[in-house]
Every structure is written in C-alpha cells, then in structure tokens.
C-alpha cells in the first residue's frame, strides 16, 4: 500500500508564500505521474499542477506565474511553491500518485490565505 503524506499547508495573508511537499512511502520513480489538486468548499477538486516521471510539468492556468512543482527524487518528495498567493487560492490541497498499478492520495493538508 503506497502512503502519501501532504504537510507544509497553513494560514498566510495574501501575497505570501507557501510550499506544500508530498512524501511518498515508496521510490517515486515508480510513478509515472504525480501531481497536486485542490478543493475548495462547494467546489470539485481541480488539478493545480503535475509532473511527469520524465520531468515534464504542467500548470493550471488560475497559478501559473505564480505555482511550480519540482520533485527530488532522492527523498521520494514532490513541492508545490506557492508565490504571491491570493485569497481563491484557499482550499485543501492533495497529492496524486499513479502508476501501472493504480491511483493513489494522501490526505490533503489545508492552505488558508487571508485577505
């Protein structure tokens, strides 16, 4: 059973900085994909960003320019660093692992910015 841990979420006023990591219980080379998502109350979960195994990324419009995802392998770790967030930025944000053999999540870490 793969685990993902998200921590790094918090409360931070607008134009602040956060930066969310995703740790896997396994090598993330086994994953050829991982990515971040978030819901916000009332809202389907959306995807903020991914990765790929072969390091390619891709952003959401509503944060590029201002969210980039990175991954260190060698901690088994995918980042997302939030910059100059706003208030719509505020929902709780997931990690998303797949491979051949499934899909995975963790349990999501909450990310409050005030106004």
């Known amino acids: 059973q793969v685990q993902l841990v998200e921590s790094g979420g918090g409360l931070v006023q607008a134009g602040g900085s956060l930066r969310l990591s995703c740790a896997a219980s396994r090598s993330i080379f086994s994953f050829n994909y991982m990515g971040w998502y978030r819901q916000a109350p009332g809202k389907q979960r959306e995807l903020v960003a991914s990765?790929?195994?072969?390091?390619?990324?891709n952003v959401a419009d509503s944060v590029k320019g201002r969210f980039t995802i990175s991954r260190d392998n060698a901690k088994n770790t995918v980042y997302l660093q939030m910059n100059s967030l706003k208030p719509e930025d505020t929902a709780v944000y997931y990690c998303?692992?797949?491979?051949?053999?499934?899909?995975?999540w963790g349990q999501g870490t909450q990310v409050t910015v005030s106004s």
């Open positions: 998303n692992a797949r491979s051949s053999l499934g899909g995975y």
């Open positions: 990765i790929t195994s072969g390091g390619s990324t």
